[in-house]
């Protein structure tokens, strides 16, 4: 299992929102590629950039940094979310050396789109599914739709996406532990990967999703608590390492 540490990018900056909310942010760092430098020292195999501007304008807002750090790290595999919504921006960031685009909102509100681009570029899609007691938020969270998120993801992984990004968007950045549960849940229900996002506040939290590993959690995203210091991230790599 893979721990990924996660870079949120709002006007060039890094930082982490609590529960999507633009407007609860604390910045981290103004230096988001010396940020990704400190998670590769410490052994990160995987980054996960979020364009949160992005995310909400409908477009990309963070390129230039997001295409600084992959030049920085060009052997790092990195996964970019936030405002993808046609295949232009796909192209884009796949050409630059991204290794995995993550499509959300676009996702949900035209999953045709999301089927075409996994036709054009196989194994090189991950659609991200934020849920909300089962049903999926659209629109940097700010809205709840009326899909429900296993039948959903059922639906992607028949469109041949990669992998789901599953965030429990009650606990994302409140530090109140994983919904092991729901992400295991998701799981059993496709055949596909399922990454674990949202809450993960320590190792226990590791623990608890490894031990479903087997049953297609392959990895963990973390970002407020590797910030704020209640998760070493080396060694919460190292554990996870334990359910590959």
Request: with cysteine; hydrophobic share 45%; charged share 25%.
């Amino acid at each position: 299992m893979l721990l990924i540490p996660a870079i949120d990018l709002k006007e060039g900056l890094c930082v982490r929102l609590r529960q999507g909310r633009m407007e609860d942010d604390t910045v981290f760092s103004d230096d988001p590629v010396a940020v990704a430098g400190r998670w590769v020292a410490a052994g990160a195999k995987r980054l996960h950039l979020v364009d949160l501007d992005g995310a909400f304008a409908g477009k990309p807002r963070n390129a230039e940094v997001i295409h600084a750090i992959v030049e920085a790290y060009p052997d790092l595999i990195i996964q970019i979310g936030g405002g993808i919504r046609d295949e232009e921006t796909v192209e884009a960031y796949l050409n630059a050396g991204v290794e995995y685009v993550i499509i959300g909102t676009k996702a949900v509100n035209e999953p045709h789109f999301v089927r075409d681009v996994a036709m054009e570029y196989p194994r090189r899609i991950i659609v991200g599914l934020d849920a909300k007691d089962g049903r999926v938020a659209v629109d940097g969270w700010s809205k709840l739709s009326k899909h429900d998120v296993i039948d959903l993801a059922r639906h992607f992984e028949a469109d041949g996406v990669e992998a789901i990004i599953y965030t429990d968007i009650a606990r994302d950045g409140m530090m109140q532990g994983v919904n092991v549960d729901a992400t295991a849940r998701l799981a059993r229900a496709i055949t596909i990967p399922v990454i674990a996002s949202g809450g993960i506040t320590n190792l226990d939290d590791i623990r608890a999703l490894g031990a479903f590993a087997h049953e297609g959690i392959m990895g963990a995203i973390t970002g407020r608590a590797i910030y704020e210091g209640t998760l070493d991230f080396a060694e919460g790599q190292k554990i996870a390492e334990c359910y590959s």
